[in-house]
């Protein structure tokens, strides 16, 4: 069954099942204020209260999602009602509540955006001390400074102000009628002991380990039976972040019938039957890496290394040991926050794949907005987010002609990686001819100059301070075998040199690669389309030629719009057709799989509007 149609059909109806729970609890709430009145212990009072103050959380967690009136608007007014009624149990605002947890679903995991992420870790005394004050960071979250600066957050300021004022009067009206002792254990300190528990069940539980940002492996599935009734199903907490439109009480549901897809996925599925992974194992999320497939995951900086004036070698910690798979050649995207601006840029890999660690070089360069950060911050222990690899710059599958390798300044960055595994694995010759400034600027040179050691029959290396055009190119590679393998990676115009220069010598095009992370800019046609596209609360709208793709016009028109890659590799400039029509380039090895083509996903690096059009991102 495709995942569409699995949680469609759990959707899109009045969840009666939730409304009657809130009438439960409410009456619970009376019964227990009774109780404690009869001579209930205060402490048994507030642990029952506590019970209580879970369930109505799990209210205005639905209402959050839209998920009590399904959709249906004639019960919409009724679904606000409850998320207020509910969030005034758990003494926090319900609009400020939707924001914070919308927000936890559209940035899971990541250390800067997800605002659960307060409570990540592996101390159990700072597990608990977190958990036991992420109420306080929510309160700063809805009403500190920073929160003037969230469009979404500031939109609701007056609503969470005007809460706590009506919330204080109610408060003060009974403790002022002698009701405030009763108050005390049966609301306030039922809603305090409950906290706690819903940050370690709802946001350290599920998440653990915390660093990856993958929507299969973000978070997991644990099937012990019973489970499922004593948390309120958030045992089933992946089917929630797959689909927030299910209904908590139909998550076990759409779990069977997605269970398939799931296990294919290789999705953390914890608990004791058979097919089950063991629980709260790290490992588990780790099954994307262990894999060898694409994955998106918060990476810890071991160390940085100066390898120039200009650029580092920045080397990331393994997961729990677990060797990161690649190809030499691959390149991983890495994103982080510049001006509180997320930004994403394509580093080549320039480890040798069998010592499982990954690590890129970054360069310095004009108008470098993450590589100059990245060069000038990062330092160990720093958290980068980083997804791959990626790329088709890749060495042939058989080994069986020498090679020649062209850099230019960092582009020696994949060709490095490929040298060292071409001289591990084979006997081929090898030549890399290197193309830097100064001496002062080889990248690597250290690690070269050992390959010269270890290898002096079968390495030809090759450094040239000179500008590497096409005739020079030729002096240098003139003795070139015609069957050789080529690959080049550097500045445009020196790849544009190699071409000539190696042709020139009768190396077939078929043998020559070179890595590109950018396109040329094409002739525009004059034909032009509007592309409104709807970001983070904000909008933007340029208009894009019929000879570029959508994001070559917003990148021509200075309009910042999420991308890498450039080559439909990575997925980073995702976005959904709202409404009109595109002309896909190319849906060859693109990153999007089918299913999420047909739900009207395109990427705006390989699509060109036909249309006007108007992009949700």
Not at 453 to 481: A, G, H, V, W
Request: charged share 20%; net charge neutral.
């Amino acid at each position: 069954m495709k995942n569409q149609t699995a949680w469609q059909k759990y959707s899109g109806k009045v969840a009666w099942p939730t409304i009657i729970l809130f009438v439960f609890l409410c009456v619970g709430y009376i019964l227990l204020w009774k109780f404690y009145n009869l001579g209930l212990s205060g402490l048994w009072t507030s642990l029952l209260g506590a019970g209580i103050a879970y369930g109505m959380f799990t209210i205005a967690h639905e209402a959050s999602h839209g998920n009590i009136s399904g959709g249906i608007k004639s019960y919409k007014r009724l679904e606000e009602i409850l998320g207020w009624l509910s969030s005034f149990f758990l003494l926090f605002p319900f609009s400020a509540f939707v924001v914070i947890h919308l927000r936890h679903h559209a940035h899971t995991n990541d250390p800067v955006n997800d605002p659960d992420h307060y409570v990540n870790g592996s101390n159990p005394f700072a597990i608990f001390f977190r958990c036991l004050t992420l109420i306080g960071h929510y309160f700063g979250l809805t009403l500190g400074t920073d929160s003037k600066k969230n469009i979404a957050m500031n939109s609701i300021r007056n609503q969470s102000i005007a809460f706590m004022f009506v919330l204080v009067a109610v408060l003060g009206i009974l403790i002022l009628s002698g009701n405030g002792k009763a108050l005390f254990y049966v609301f306030i300190l039922s809603a305090l002991i409950a906290a706690p528990i819903l940050a370690f069940s709802f946001d350290w539980l599920p998440h653990y380990p915390h660093n990856n940002l993958s929507k299969y492996h973000n978070t997991r599935i644990v099937t012990i039976p019973g489970l499922e009734f004593l948390s309120l199903y958030q045992s089933y907490h992946l089917i929630h972040h797959l689909h927030p439109r299910v209904p908590f009480y139909k998550y076990r549901s759409c779990f069977l019938d997605i269970e398939a897809e799931l296990l294919e996925k290789q999705s953390p599925i914890e608990g004791f039957r058979s097919q089950d992974l063991k629980l709260l194992d790290k490992q588990n999320t780790y099954v994307d890496i262990q894999s060898g497939k694409t994955w998106d995951y918060i990476l810890e900086v071991e160390n940085v290394f100066q390898a120039t004036p200009d650029s580092v070698h920045i080397v990331f910690k393994n997961l729990e040991k677990t060797n990161f798979l690649f190809k030499p050649g691959q390149y991983v995207v890495v994103s982080d926050y510049v001006n509180d601006q997320q930004v994403s840029r394509c580093y080549s890999i320039c480890e040798d794949p069998i010592t499982g660690k990954l690590g890129i070089a970054v360069k310095s360069v004009p108008d470098g907005k993450l590589s100059n950060y990245l060069v000038a911050k990062v330092k160990r222990n720093y958290k980068l987010r980083v997804s791959g690899p990626f790329g088709k710059f890749l060495l042939p599958e058989y080994i069986d002609k020498p090679f020649l390798f062209i850099a230019g300044g960092s582009g020696i960055t994949p060709i490095i990686s490929m040298i060292k595994f071409v001289l591990r694995t084979s006997e081929k010759k090898v030549t890399l001819l290197y193309g830097c400034r100064s001496n002062a600027d080889v990248i690597f040179s250290k690690a070269l100059e050992e390959l010269l050691d270890k290898y002096p029959k079968q390495f030809t290396y090759l450094l040239c301070f000179e500008i590497l055009d096409s005739d020079r190119q030729y002096e240098y590679t003139m003795n070139t075998k015609i069957d050789t393998y080529c690959f080049v990676c550097g500045p445009a115009p020196m790849m544009k040199a190699s071409r000539i220069a190696l042709n020139k010598i009768g190396v077939s095009n078929n043998l020559i690669k070179t890595e590109e992370f950018s396109q040329e800019p094409k002739k525009l046609s004059g034909n032009e389309y509007l592309v409104h596209t709807e970001m983070n609360s904000m909008d933007v709208t340029f208009k894009a030629d019929t000879s570029e793709t959508i994001l070559d016009a917003a990148l021509r028109a200075n309009k910042e719009l999420p991308h890498a890659c450039m080559m439909g590799d990575c997925g980073t400039c995702k976005a959904k057709l709202i409404h009109g029509d595109v002309i896909w380039n190319s849906k060859e090895d693109i990153v999007l799989l089918d299913n999420e083509i047909n739900q009207g996903h395109i990427l705006t690096c390989m699509c060109t509007p036909k249309t006007d059009i108007t992009l949700k991102i």
